[in-house]
């Protein structure tokens, strides 16, 4: 019923920056809030950043200061603005949505290697 599109990852070095995008298509209507998660392997999956359709975001402590979360003015596409990577924010990068955080609708990831 909702397709994520996630987009933007790559390699970048410590100290760099990334920008993530998700898309979100089909019945969006549906979606109150969107946010990033990631997972490292062996690693249990943690929210990094979410934002509301009313534009309240947050964050998880290890990226506040260094990532920006933002939408679009549809309300259809989030963006993670990745700023002074460290080799710890190296994950697969989930997009997710749905009414609630930890929402039913996942894409595929996009891994994100923060590596010299």
């Known amino acids: 019923q909702v397709q994520l599109v996630e987009s933007g990852g790559g390699l970048v070095q410590p100290g760099g920056s990334l920008r993530l995008s998700c898309a979100a298509s089909?019945?969006?209507?549906?979606?109150?809030?969107m946010g990033w998660y990631r997972q490292a392997p062996g690693k249990q999956r943690e929210r990094v950043a979410g934002i509301t359709r009313g534009g309240s975001a947050n964050y998880v402590d290890s990226v506040k200061g260094r990532f920006t979360i933002s939408r679009d003015n549809a309300k259809s596409t989030v963006y993670l603005q990745m700023n002074s990577l460290r080799p710890e924010d190296t994950a697969v990068y989930y997009c997710?949505?749905?009414?609630?955080?930890?929402?039913?609708?996942w894409g595929k990831g996009t891994q994100v290697t923060v590596s010299s």
């Open positions: 089909g019945s969006i209507f549906s979606i109150n809030v």
């Open positions: 997710n949505a749905g009414a609630t955080t930890w929402g039913r609708y």
